[in-house]
Protein backbone atom coordinates (compact mmCIF):
# COMPACT_ATOMS: atom_id res chain seq x y z
CA UNK A 1 0.00 0.00 0.00
CA UNK A 2 2.90 2.55 0.62
CA UNK A 3 4.69 1.67 -1.89
CA UNK A 4 1.68 2.67 -4.25
CA UNK A 5 0.39 5.41 -2.43
CA UNK A 6 4.10 6.74 -3.20
CA UNK A 7 4.03 6.15 -6.92
CA UNK A 8 0.70 7.81 -7.03
CA UNK A 9 2.64 11.04 -5.50
CA UNK A 10 5.50 10.91 -7.70
CA UNK A 11 3.25 10.30 -10.77
CA UNK A 12 1.26 13.46 -9.80
CA UNK A 13 4.03 15.62 -9.52
CA UNK A 14 4.92 14.81 -13.47
CA UNK A 15 7.49 12.60 -15.28
CA UNK A 16 10.31 11.34 -13.79
CA UNK A 17 13.84 10.21 -15.13
CA UNK A 18 12.63 6.88 -15.65
CA UNK A 19 9.86 7.74 -17.83
CA UNK A 20 12.83 9.51 -20.06
CA UNK A 21 15.01 6.88 -19.66
CA UNK A 22 12.14 4.28 -21.07
CA UNK A 23 11.57 6.50 -23.52
CA UNK A 24 14.91 6.96 -24.76
CA UNK A 25 15.51 3.15 -24.43
CA UNK A 26 18.57 4.06 -21.62
CA UNK A 27 19.22 3.39 -17.79
CA UNK A 28 18.39 6.11 -15.22
CA UNK A 29 21.48 6.41 -14.81
CA UNK A 30 22.23 7.79 -18.36
CA UNK A 31 19.14 10.07 -18.30
CA UNK A 32 20.99 11.72 -15.16
CA UNK A 33 23.97 12.32 -16.62
CA UNK A 34 22.49 14.14 -19.89
CA UNK A 35 20.73 16.15 -17.21
CA UNK A 36 23.76 17.18 -15.09
CA UNK A 37 25.58 17.87 -18.36
CA UNK A 38 28.34 14.97 -18.49
CA UNK A 39 30.21 15.14 -21.64
CA UNK A 40 30.87 11.29 -20.89
CA UNK A 41 27.84 10.53 -23.15
CA UNK A 42 28.02 10.49 -26.32
CA UNK A 43 26.23 12.84 -28.84
CA UNK A 44 23.67 10.71 -30.30
CA UNK A 45 22.34 9.24 -26.34
CA UNK A 46 22.36 12.84 -25.56
CA UNK A 47 20.13 13.93 -28.53
CA UNK A 48 18.26 10.90 -27.70
CA UNK A 49 17.41 11.66 -24.58
CA UNK A 50 17.30 15.54 -24.62
CA UNK A 51 14.10 14.36 -27.35
CA UNK A 52 12.30 11.94 -24.70
CA UNK A 53 12.77 14.40 -22.48
CA UNK A 54 10.68 17.16 -24.18
CA UNK A 55 8.28 14.13 -25.99
CA UNK A 56 7.02 12.82 -22.32
CA UNK A 57 7.38 16.85 -20.86
CA UNK A 58 9.88 16.07 -18.00
CA UNK A 59 11.32 19.07 -16.22
CA UNK A 60 13.23 18.58 -13.47
CA UNK A 61 12.71 19.89 -9.86
CA UNK A 62 13.64 22.88 -9.28
CA UNK A 63 16.14 23.81 -6.52
CA UNK A 64 16.58 26.75 -5.99
CA UNK A 65 14.70 30.46 -7.05
CA UNK A 66 16.55 30.95 -10.74
CA UNK A 67 14.27 30.93 -13.73
CA UNK A 68 16.35 28.84 -15.88
CA UNK A 69 16.76 26.24 -12.67
CA UNK A 70 15.84 22.31 -13.57
CA UNK A 71 14.64 23.78 -17.07
CA UNK A 72 16.10 23.78 -20.71
CA UNK A 73 17.63 26.47 -23.01
CA UNK A 74 17.21 25.41 -26.25
CA UNK A 75 20.98 26.44 -28.28
CA UNK A 76 20.10 26.82 -31.90
CA UNK A 77 22.77 28.09 -34.73
CA UNK A 78 23.05 27.73 -38.28
CA UNK A 79 24.26 25.13 -40.80
CA UNK A 80 25.11 27.08 -43.76
CA UNK A 81 28.24 29.09 -43.03
CA UNK A 82 29.66 28.28 -39.80
CA UNK A 83 28.16 24.79 -38.50
CA UNK A 84 28.63 25.04 -34.80
CA UNK A 85 29.94 21.35 -35.03
CA UNK A 86 32.70 22.73 -37.37
CA UNK A 87 33.76 25.65 -35.58
CA UNK A 88 36.31 26.22 -32.89
CA UNK A 89 35.27 29.56 -32.29
CA UNK A 90 31.45 28.60 -31.56
CA UNK A 91 32.27 25.14 -29.83
CA UNK A 92 34.10 27.34 -27.40
CA UNK A 93 31.35 29.41 -27.36
CA UNK A 94 29.09 26.36 -26.29
CA UNK A 95 31.43 25.09 -23.60
CA UNK A 96 30.36 28.50 -22.04
CA UNK A 97 26.46 28.08 -22.38
CA UNK A 98 26.75 24.82 -20.93
CA UNK A 99 29.31 25.73 -17.96
CA UNK A 100 26.70 29.00 -17.70
CA UNK A 101 23.23 26.21 -17.96
CA UNK A 102 24.95 24.27 -15.21
CA UNK A 103 25.42 27.21 -13.33
CA UNK A 104 22.13 27.66 -12.58
CA UNK A 105 20.77 24.05 -12.72
CA UNK A 106 20.08 24.21 -16.29
CA UNK A 107 20.26 21.96 -19.39
CA UNK A 108 21.09 22.52 -22.85
CA UNK A 109 19.18 21.40 -26.06
CA UNK A 110 20.77 21.76 -29.38
CA UNK A 111 19.10 22.56 -32.99
CA UNK A 112 20.72 23.51 -35.89
CA UNK A 113 18.60 25.32 -39.11
CA UNK A 114 19.19 26.88 -42.04
CA UNK A 115 15.82 28.68 -42.96
CA UNK A 116 14.20 25.95 -45.34
CA UNK A 117 10.42 24.75 -44.14
CA UNK A 118 11.50 21.61 -41.92
CA UNK A 119 13.96 23.93 -39.89
CA UNK A 120 11.39 26.46 -39.21
CA UNK A 121 8.80 23.42 -38.39
CA UNK A 122 11.28 22.49 -35.79
CA UNK A 123 11.69 25.42 -34.65
CA UNK A 124 8.24 26.56 -33.98
CA UNK A 125 7.73 23.24 -32.28
CA UNK A 126 10.41 24.05 -29.53
CA UNK A 127 9.00 27.74 -29.49
CA UNK A 128 5.79 26.38 -28.38
CA UNK A 129 7.20 23.60 -25.81
CA UNK A 130 6.78 25.06 -22.30
CA UNK A 131 9.78 22.88 -20.80
CA UNK A 132 11.97 24.88 -22.78
CA UNK A 133 12.81 28.18 -20.58
CA UNK A 134 14.51 30.01 -23.21
CA UNK A 135 16.77 30.32 -26.78
CA UNK A 136 20.09 31.09 -27.27
CA UNK A 137 20.63 31.88 -31.09
CA UNK A 138 24.69 31.08 -31.86
CA UNK A 139 25.97 32.11 -34.79
CA UNK A 140 26.39 35.15 -37.99
CA UNK A 141 24.35 32.91 -40.19
CA UNK A 142 20.81 31.91 -38.18
CA UNK A 143 18.35 33.10 -40.44
CA UNK A 144 16.33 35.85 -39.70
CA UNK A 145 12.69 34.18 -40.08
CA UNK A 146 14.34 31.67 -37.21
CA UNK A 147 14.67 34.63 -34.41
CA UNK A 148 11.23 36.16 -36.25
CA UNK A 149 9.56 32.69 -34.28
CA UNK A 150 10.70 33.18 -31.34
CA UNK A 151 9.57 36.94 -31.48
CA UNK A 152 6.33 36.11 -32.83
CA UNK A 153 5.99 33.15 -29.79
CA UNK A 154 6.91 35.87 -27.06
CA UNK A 155 9.85 33.51 -25.78
CA UNK A 156 12.73 34.69 -24.07
CA UNK A 157 15.87 34.75 -26.57
CA UNK A 158 19.06 35.83 -26.87
CA UNK A 159 21.76 36.41 -29.81
CA UNK A 160 25.26 34.70 -29.84
CA UNK A 161 27.66 36.65 -32.85
CA UNK A 162 24.73 37.89 -34.30
CA UNK A 163 21.89 40.54 -34.23
CA UNK A 164 18.48 40.76 -35.38
CA UNK A 165 17.05 43.38 -38.14
CA UNK A 166 14.90 45.54 -35.23
CA UNK A 167 17.67 45.16 -33.02
CA UNK A 168 14.93 44.17 -30.33
CA UNK A 169 16.72 40.88 -29.24
CA UNK A 170 19.07 40.67 -26.40
CA UNK A 171 22.86 40.20 -27.66
CA UNK A 172 26.39 39.34 -27.56
CA UNK A 173 28.68 40.36 -29.58
CA UNK A 174 32.79 40.38 -29.27
CA UNK A 175 34.30 43.84 -30.34
CA UNK A 176 34.51 43.38 -34.22
CA UNK A 177 35.09 47.25 -34.93
CA UNK A 178 38.04 47.61 -32.09
CA UNK A 179 39.44 44.24 -33.01
CA UNK A 180 39.67 45.20 -37.07
CA UNK A 181 42.05 48.09 -35.88
CA UNK A 182 43.98 46.67 -33.76
CA UNK A 183 44.94 44.06 -36.36
CA UNK A 184 44.96 47.11 -38.85
CA UNK A 185 46.71 49.13 -36.47
CA UNK A 186 49.22 46.13 -35.37
CA UNK A 187 50.79 45.82 -39.38
CA UNK A 188 50.45 49.74 -40.37
CA UNK A 189 53.14 49.99 -37.12
CA UNK A 190 54.80 47.41 -39.11
CA UNK A 191 55.34 49.83 -41.84
CA UNK A 192 52.65 47.92 -44.21
CA UNK A 193 50.63 49.95 -46.45
CA UNK A 194 49.27 47.89 -49.34
CA UNK A 195 47.25 45.71 -46.72
CA UNK A 196 44.08 43.19 -48.14
CA UNK A 197 41.05 42.17 -46.27
CA UNK A 198 39.60 38.45 -46.29
CA UNK A 199 36.23 37.21 -45.63
CA UNK A 200 32.99 37.49 -46.03
CA UNK A 201 29.88 37.53 -46.48
CA UNK A 202 29.88 40.89 -45.90
CA UNK A 203 25.73 40.70 -44.72
CA UNK A 204 26.58 39.08 -41.49
CA UNK A 205 27.00 41.49 -38.84
CA UNK A 206 29.69 40.26 -36.89
CA UNK A 207 32.00 40.19 -39.80
CA UNK A 208 30.98 43.52 -40.98
CA UNK A 209 32.45 44.85 -38.37
CA UNK A 210 35.68 43.87 -38.34
CA UNK A 211 35.92 45.31 -42.22
CA UNK A 212 34.75 48.26 -40.90
CA UNK A 213 37.48 48.31 -38.06
CA UNK A 214 39.97 47.48 -40.84
CA UNK A 215 38.79 50.61 -43.14
CA UNK A 216 39.13 52.99 -40.51
CA UNK A 217 42.21 52.14 -39.14
CA UNK A 218 43.37 52.63 -42.85
CA UNK A 219 41.55 56.12 -42.64
CA UNK A 220 42.82 57.15 -39.90
CA UNK A 221 46.06 56.59 -41.61
CA UNK A 222 45.42 58.12 -44.76
CA UNK A 223 45.47 54.66 -46.68
CA UNK A 224 42.89 52.52 -49.10
CA UNK A 225 42.74 49.22 -49.03
CA UNK A 226 44.47 47.24 -51.50
CA UNK A 227 41.12 46.42 -52.82
CA UNK A 228 37.75 48.35 -52.77
CA UNK A 229 35.79 45.23 -51.29
CA UNK A 230 36.92 42.23 -49.14
CA UNK A 231 38.65 39.57 -50.70
CA UNK A 232 35.49 36.52 -50.70
CA UNK A 233 34.05 34.33 -53.45
CA UNK A 234 30.70 33.46 -53.13
CA UNK A 235 29.86 29.28 -51.45
CA UNK A 236 33.50 29.59 -49.75
CA UNK A 237 34.03 30.20 -46.08
CA UNK A 238 36.97 29.13 -43.64
CA UNK A 239 39.94 27.19 -45.10
CA UNK A 240 38.38 26.83 -48.57
CA UNK A 241 38.22 31.21 -48.83
CA UNK A 242 41.89 31.31 -47.87
CA UNK A 243 43.22 29.07 -50.36
CA UNK A 244 41.01 30.77 -52.67
CA UNK A 245 42.02 34.02 -51.69
CA UNK A 246 45.78 32.91 -52.34
CA UNK A 247 45.24 31.98 -55.54
CA UNK A 248 43.60 35.41 -56.31
CA UNK A 249 45.98 37.61 -54.21
CA UNK A 250 48.70 36.22 -56.66
CA UNK A 251 47.31 36.76 -59.63
CA UNK A 252 47.44 40.29 -59.01
CA UNK A 253 49.63 42.39 -60.60
CA UNK A 254 49.99 44.43 -57.80
CA UNK A 255 49.90 41.97 -54.28
CA UNK A 256 49.53 43.38 -51.07
CA UNK A 257 51.74 43.42 -48.69
CA UNK A 258 49.64 42.44 -45.30
CA UNK A 259 46.55 40.58 -44.97
CA UNK A 260 43.92 40.96 -42.50
CA UNK A 261 41.81 37.94 -42.16
CA UNK A 262 37.99 37.51 -40.82
CA UNK A 263 38.77 34.43 -38.76
CA UNK A 264 41.55 31.82 -38.30
CA UNK A 265 40.34 29.69 -39.97
CA UNK A 266 40.42 32.19 -43.19
CA UNK A 267 43.87 32.59 -42.85
CA UNK A 268 45.39 29.46 -41.93
CA UNK A 269 44.07 28.62 -45.22
CA UNK A 270 45.33 31.41 -46.99
CA UNK A 271 48.76 30.84 -45.05
CA UNK A 272 48.46 27.28 -46.43
CA UNK A 273 47.73 28.33 -49.83
CA UNK A 274 50.53 31.27 -49.96
CA UNK A 275 53.08 28.56 -49.10
CA UNK A 276 51.51 25.83 -51.59
CA UNK A 277 52.66 28.58 -54.02
CA UNK A 278 56.14 29.43 -52.65
CA UNK A 279 55.48 32.75 -50.78
CA UNK A 280 56.60 33.13 -47.35
CA UNK A 281 54.72 33.99 -44.59
CA UNK A 282 55.88 36.66 -43.23
CA UNK A 283 58.77 37.56 -44.94
CA UNK A 284 56.61 38.13 -48.24
CA UNK A 285 53.10 38.62 -47.05
CA UNK A 286 52.27 39.28 -42.85
CA UNK A 287 48.59 38.16 -42.15
CA UNK A 288 46.47 38.30 -39.27
CA UNK A 289 43.54 36.08 -38.27
CA UNK A 290 40.81 36.64 -35.65
CA UNK A 291 38.80 34.56 -32.72
CA UNK A 292 42.22 33.43 -31.49
CA UNK A 293 41.12 29.80 -31.92
CA UNK A 294 44.08 26.82 -31.25
CA UNK A 295 44.09 25.97 -34.66
CA UNK A 296 46.04 29.37 -35.27
CA UNK A 297 48.94 27.97 -32.87
CA UNK A 298 49.80 24.85 -34.76
CA UNK A 299 50.09 26.12 -38.73
CA UNK A 300 53.37 27.13 -38.79
CA UNK A 301 54.40 29.69 -38.29
CA UNK A 302 52.49 30.53 -35.10
CA UNK A 303 49.29 32.86 -36.20
CA UNK A 304 49.27 36.90 -34.93
CA UNK A 305 45.51 36.92 -33.94
CA UNK A 306 42.48 38.98 -32.49
CA UNK A 307 41.49 36.65 -29.58
CA UNK A 308 37.95 36.84 -28.38
CA UNK A 309 37.19 35.52 -24.95
CA UNK A 310 34.35 33.41 -27.06
CA UNK A 311 33.62 31.17 -23.20
CA UNK A 312 32.66 34.12 -21.93
CA UNK A 313 30.94 35.06 -24.60
CA UNK A 314 28.69 31.84 -23.67
CA UNK A 315 28.18 32.54 -20.04
CA UNK A 316 26.96 36.04 -20.81
CA UNK A 317 24.37 34.76 -23.08
CA UNK A 318 23.42 32.25 -20.20
CA UNK A 319 23.07 35.09 -17.92
CA UNK A 320 21.46 37.35 -20.22
CA UNK A 321 18.83 35.19 -20.90
CA UNK A 322 18.36 34.49 -16.71
CA UNK A 323 17.83 38.36 -16.91
CA UNK A 324 15.37 38.38 -19.79
CA UNK A 325 13.36 35.60 -17.98
CA UNK A 326 12.97 37.67 -15.11
CA UNK A 327 12.35 41.20 -16.39
CA UNK A 328 10.55 40.25 -19.86
CA UNK A 329 9.46 43.92 -19.96
CA UNK A 330 12.93 45.24 -20.08
CA UNK A 331 14.92 46.83 -22.91
CA UNK A 332 16.88 44.77 -25.29
CA UNK A 333 20.52 45.10 -24.28
CA UNK A 334 23.37 44.84 -26.27
CA UNK A 335 27.08 43.60 -24.34
CA UNK A 336 30.46 43.66 -26.83
CA UNK A 337 32.80 41.61 -25.29
CA UNK A 338 36.80 43.00 -25.38
CA UNK A 339 39.42 41.81 -27.82
CA UNK A 340 42.94 41.64 -27.58
CA UNK A 341 46.08 41.51 -30.15
CA UNK A 342 48.02 38.05 -29.90
CA UNK A 343 51.25 38.65 -31.80
CA UNK A 344 52.48 35.10 -33.37
CA UNK A 345 55.01 34.62 -36.22
CA UNK A 346 53.18 35.50 -38.89
CA UNK A 347 53.24 39.41 -38.85
CA UNK A 348 56.61 41.24 -39.32
CA UNK A 349 58.14 44.33 -40.51
CA UNK A 350 57.58 45.52 -44.08
CA UNK A 351 61.10 46.01 -45.78
CA UNK A 352 60.68 47.52 -49.15
CA UNK A 353 64.17 45.78 -50.26
CA UNK A 354 62.77 42.67 -49.80
CA UNK A 355 59.86 42.94 -51.56
CA UNK A 356 61.71 44.82 -54.64
CA UNK A 357 64.17 41.49 -54.85
CA UNK A 358 61.62 39.06 -55.03
Known sequence: MHGKSHRKRRRAGGPTLRDVAARAGVSPGTVSKVMNGSRSISEATRRRVQEAALEVGYVAAPRGAAQLMGGYAAVISGRRVYPLSNSEFYQHVMIGIEDGLRAFGGYPLTQSVDGDDQSLEAVERLALNGAVRGFICVGCDVPQAVIDVFLRAGRPLVLVDHVDAQGAVDAVLSDGLGGGRLATEHLIQLGHRCIAFVGGPMDHAPLAERYHGFRLALALHGLEPWHAEPLSAPGLFGFDLGCKAAEAILASKCKPTAVVAANDEVAVGLVR???????????????????????????????????????????LAVALLEGRIERPERPAARHVTPVELVVGGSTAPWSNSEHKSS
Not at 277 to 303: A, K, M, Q, T, Y
Open 273 to 315: GLRERGVNVPDDISIVGFDGCRVGEFVEPRLTTVRVAAQDMGK
